[in-house]
């Protein structure tokens, strides 16, 4: 996500042909990180150089996010019927 930015925005990140990359979600690197982390289970350790990018990806993106986003991440599937399960 480091390099990641909204498409046609205004300084938005480059590829190397100078076209701009598009936005990809925290979700998105989550998803792909567990195709990855199946990849190593299931056809080998070749495929942990991936996985451990993902994993790096994912780093970055948790840092660059605002902190009440995060916050609201860590809670998230917390709830219990009428409450929070973090919290009790």
Do not use: C
Not at 14 to 34: H, Q
Not at 51 to 76: G, K, P
Request: cysteine-free.
């Amino acid at each position: 996500m480091g390099r990641a930015a909204i498409r046609d925005q205004p300084g938005a990140a480059k590829d190397t042909l100078g076209n701009s990359e598009p936005s990809i979600s925290m979700s998105d690197l989550e998803r792909a990180y567990t195709f990855f982390a199946w990849a190593v289970v299931t056809h080998g350790i070749v495929y942990a150089p991936l996985l451990e990018r993902m994993e790096r990806e994912i780093l970055e993106a948790r840092r660059s996010m605002d902190v009440t986003e995060r916050a609201r991440r860590a809670l998230d599937g917390q709830t219990l019927v009428g409450g929070l399960k973090a919290i009790r």
